[in-house]
């Protein structure tokens, strides 16, 4: 299949391959070559009059298009503009799933109804449990990784925790045991930064030692800092303390030589960890997005859908962010709220996002980067329409703040931006041990956790293979969503029960906080 139109109501196709003028599109014939992912007129449009994607406007032509044309960002402009208010319109028909907005590509030949999809070895209606093999820890947690880090507590001791891990990797080179990294997660912050900035890092960093990822942690302070270690010690509350270890560094003479020490005794116990069997109500995955193209929304988003549908129906937790990329879908997502008290939680997710924006002197919906456009996408409403998609059609159940952890199983949304590095790492320090992350155009980056890399498109997974770990392709090019539903499930199970992503052999790792405010 060359093109498809993703619903009846739509007024234009979208080329799955590159498409040379003079081919037939829907009977229409190209009056110019279109590139993969980009919108082709399938019947005359009048400036001002709306392009229609997914059976909603995405935004209106400024000039006349013939049919057979492409529309692209040159010619459409948004039709989204400040803040909204928004009535609770519940939008589910049972306790599990709830219907949404767009179709869902079921007029592609090769998706079926997503409730159909049950993945090998799982019984009638996908419910029968199935398992991974991870770390289960001393608070309930259960980790996909058994990891050791180091965390500075202010960006001046970074350099003295990589060259702890550094040294102690040397040391203990061929003893691992059941640890598969030992890492130090260097950042700019910690010091000179007030209000939510300040807030925003200490709360980051206390999730991570609070993460299951992580057998163990070392923190490491310089002693002089904002983010004082006896003030951050307290908002961490109660640990292992004999795999959470903390210093300062102005307190020791030899802080290398004294950080080792601690580390020898934290991989003592943390190296001696076994998996085992554990059901996959126990998995929190992250469902993100970056550098996407016209075809994000018919492929990788989709599957990501049918995924998070299938992990909350086993009890498990999905975990939806990057707000700016919800507007112009905003009201699907709210009408999928369990309640009206979360759908009011939703709402502030929204607006207090784009105050942020306005406040800033910002643009609220000029989100579309060069990349998306270069890949097809125009207005934000057509790349909402396409992110949301990851999160499937289950009800939403919890509202997170930036820097939360969870608290509710099934479907989350997450105060976050849309930028890759900050929200994946917001994404795990809200609990989440995997993110998973479409992607049309490319991008090598991991945060502290695996995140697992899903082209959009063919030819990205076979150009960039130390990249990309998951082909989402196939499904432009006929392979049933069943099939693909089913070989992913299989696949993230197995990234869960220890296979490596690309990231991780390729020592891809970082954090990155959300920064609002002055730097002193």
Same mark, same amino acid.
Request: charged share 25%; glycine share 10%; with cysteine.
């Given at each position: 299949?060359?093109?498809?139109?993703?619903?009846?109501?739509?007024?234009?196709?979208?080329?799955?391959?590159?498409?040379?003028?003079?081919?037939?599109?829907?009977?229409?014939?190209?009056?110019?070559?279109?590139?993969?992912?980009?919108?082709?007129?399938?019947?005359?449009?009048?400036?001002?009059?709306?392009?229609?994607?997914?059976?909603?406007?995405?935004?209106?032509?400024?000039?006349?298009?013939?049919?057979?044309?492409?529309?692209?960002?040159?010619?459409?402009?948004?039709?989204?503009?400040?803040?909204?208010?928004?009535?609770?319109?519940?939008?589910?028909?049972?306790?599990?799933?709830?219907?949404?907005?767009?179709?869902?590509?079921?007029?592609?030949?090769?998706?079926?109804?997503?409730?159909?999809?049950?993945?090998?070895?799982?019984?009638?209606? /996908?419910?029968?449990?199935?398992?991974?093999?991870?770390?289960?820890?001393?608070?309930?947690?259960?980790?996909?990784?058994?990891?050791?880090?180091?965390?500075?507590?202010?960006?001046?001791?970074?350099?003295?925790?990589?060259?702890?891990?550094?040294? +102690?990797?040397?040391?203990?080179?061929?003893?691992?045991?059941?640890?598969?990294?030992?890492?130090?997660?260097?950042?700019?912050?910690?010091?000179?930064?007030?209000?939510?900035?300040?807030?925003?890092?200490?709360?980051?960093?206390?999730?991570?030692?609070?993460?299951?990822?992580?057998?163990?942690?070392?923190?490491?302070?310089?002693?002089?800092?904002?983010?004082?270690?006896?003030? +951050?010690?307290?908002?961490?509350?109660?640990?292992?303390?004999?795999?959470?270890?903390?210093?300062?560094?102005?307190?020791?003479?030899?802080?290398?030589?004294?950080?080792?020490?601690?580390?020898?005794?934290?991989?003592?116990?943390?190296?001696?960890?076994?998996?085992?069997?554990?059901?996959?109500?126990?998995?929190?995955?992250?469902?993100?997005?970056?550098?996407?193209?016209?075809?994000?929304?018919?492929?990788?988003?989709?599957?990501?859908?049918? +995924?998070?549908?299938?992990?909350?129906?086993? /009890?498990?937790?999905?975990?939806?962010?990057?707000?700016?990329?919800?507007?112009?879908?905003?009201?699907?997502?709210?009408?999928?709220?369990?309640?009206?008290?979360?759908?009011?939680?939703?709402?502030?997710?929204?607006?207090?996002?784009?105050?942020?924006?306005?406040?800033?002197?910002?643009?609220?919906?000029?989100?579309?980067?060069?990349?998306?456009?270069?890949? /097809?996408?125009?207005?934000?409403?057509?790349?909402?329409?396409?992110?949301?998609?990851?999160?499937?059609?289950?009800?939403?159940?919890?509202?997170?703040?930036?820097?939360?952890?969870?608290?509710?199983?099934?479907?989350?949304?997450?105060?976050?931006?849309?930028?890759?590095?900050?929200?994946?790492?917001?994404?795990?320090?809200?609990?989440?041990?995997?993110?998973?992350?479409?992607?049309?155009?490319?991008?090598?980056?991991?945060?502290?956790?695996?995140?697992?890399?899903?082209?959009?498109?063919?030819?990205?997974?076979?150009?960039?293979?130390?990249?990309?770990?998951?082909?989402?392709?196939?499904?432009?090019?006929?392979?049933?969503?069943?099939?693909?539903?089913?070989?992913?499930?299989?696949?993230?199970?197995?990234?869960?029960?220890?296979?490596?992503?690309?990231?991780?052999?390729?020592?891809?790792?970082?954090?990155?906080?959300?920064?609002?405010?002055?730097?002193?």
């Amino acid at each position: 299949m060359k093109y498809i139109k993703i619903n009846p109501a739509d007024n234009v196709a979208v080329a799955l391959e590159d498409l040379a003028k003079g081919e037939l599109v829907e009977g229409v014939q190209l009056l110019t070559d279109v590139p993969r992912g980009h919108k082709i007129v399938l019947r005359p449009l009048k400036a001002g009059e709306d392009v229609v994607k997914y059976g909603f406007p995405i935004g209106h032509v400024t000039r006349d298009a013939e049919a057979g044309t492409v529309v692209d960002h040159s010619c459409i402009k948004t039709n989204l503009e400040g803040l909204l208010e928004y009535k609770y319109e519940p939008s589910f028909t049972d306790g599990e799933i709830a219907p949404v907005g767009p179709s869902r590509t079921k007029t592609f030949s090769t998706t079926r109804d997503r409730k159909s999809f049950v993945p090998s070895g799982d019984g009638s209606n /996908g419910k029968a449990e199935r398992t991974f093999l991870g770390f289960r820890r001393a608070d309930g947690q259960v980790g996909v990784r058994n990891q050791i880090w180091v965390i500075p507590t202010v960006g001046c001791v970074n350099g003295i925790c990589e060259e702890i891990v550094r040294r +102690f990797k040397v040391e203990i080179a061929g003893q691992e045991g059941s640890i598969d990294a030992i890492v130090a997660f260097p950042h700019n912050y910690g010091c000179s930064q007030l209000g939510n900035d300040h807030e925003n890092t200490r709360t980051v960093l206390s999730d991570m030692v609070h993460h299951p990822n992580a057998g163990g942690v070392l923190v490491v302070s310089l002693g002089c800092e904002n983010n004082q270690l006896d003030a +951050f010690r307290e908002l961490v509350g109660p640990v292992d303390e004999k795999r959470v270890r903390m210093f300062v560094t102005q307190k020791v003479k030899d802080e290398v030589e004294y950080g080792l020490g601690l580390l020898r005794e934290i991989f003592a116990i943390a190296s001696k960890d076994v998996r085992e069997p554990v059901p996959v109500s126990e998995l929190r995955v992250g469902l993100k997005c970056g550098g996407s193209d016209g075809l994000s929304g018919i492929t990788a988003n989709p599957l990501l859908g049918v +995924f998070s549908d299938w992990i909350v129906a086993q /009890g498990g937790t999905t975990v939806l962010t990057e707000v700016p990329e919800m507007f112009g879908a905003e009201t699907i997502l709210m009408n999928r709220c369990q309640d009206e008290a979360t759908f009011e939680k939703t709402v502030s997710l929204i607006n207090d996002f784009k105050e942020y924006f306005m406040k800033q002197g910002m643009p609220v919906y000029e989100n579309p980067s060069p990349g998306n456009k270069a890949g /097809g996408i125009s207005t934000l409403e057509e790349k909402s329409l396409g992110c949301t998609q990851k999160c499937g059609k289950s009800i939403v159940r919890g509202v997170l703040r930036y820097g939360e952890r969870l608290s509710v199983k099934g479907l989350s949304l997450l105060s976050a931006p849309g930028n890759d590095l900050v929200a994946s790492t917001a994404l795990a320090s809200a609990g989440c041990q995997i993110v998973l992350f479409t992607t049309g155009r490319g991008t090598p980056f991991g945060s502290f956790v695996p995140t697992m890399k899903i082209s959009t498109n063919t030819p990205l997974f076979e150009n960039k293979p130390n990249w990309i770990d998951f082909n989402a392709g196939v499904l432009a090019q006929g392979e049933p969503m069943d099939s693909v539903a089913e070989r992913f499930t299989d696949y993230v199970l197995a990234v869960a029960s220890g296979e490596a992503v690309n990231n991780e052999k390729h020592n891809y790792r970082e954090i990155a906080i959300f920064k609002q405010g002055v730097t002193l």
